[in-house]
């Protein structure tokens, strides 16, 4: 019994120090992070070096550009999100060579932002001018979609 005991006691110690050492890891990699939160999701600390997942927008930023009237083109992905994992290699190349700022907003971290746009599935993207949604394009699309979306907004 008292072996049992002693088995137990230390399988909680171990069980506790993983568990320490998890979220300690996940906080340091948090740190200094785009989205300007002290937690993320590890799907989101995965893209943090991510080239495709750069050029992230806050809410509160996106908000003002549209309130301001600029032009702005929002990809609304979510990191576990298997068509947004297949169409970000096609479309954020594609943005760069046509010279569009394809802003990016983690529906993950922000999930409320769907509501706000009305985003019902991912991935979304959607082009706004003068404070007005003009155009959207939804969910794993062919290339030549994507291609025509931008087109029509550059």
Known sequence: MKKMLIFVIVLLVIFGALFFVVNYQNEK???GNPYNKKTLDQATIDQLDNPLYQNQ???EE???KIENG???????Y???CVYCQRTTPVVVPMTEDLGIDL???NLLEFQEQGQ???????PTIIHFEDGKEVNRVVGEQPE????YFFNEIK
């Open 78 to 80: 979510s990191p576990t």
């Open 70 to 76: 600029e032009s702005v083109t929002v990809y609304f």
């Open 103 to 105: 802003v990016k907003l």
């Open 116 to 122: 706000v746009y009305g985003i019902q599935s991912t």
């Open 57 to 59: 927008i806050l809410p």
């Open 144 to 147: 030549s979609t994507f291609e």
């Open 29 to 31: 990699a948090s740190e």
């Open 62 to 64: 996106l908000a003002d």
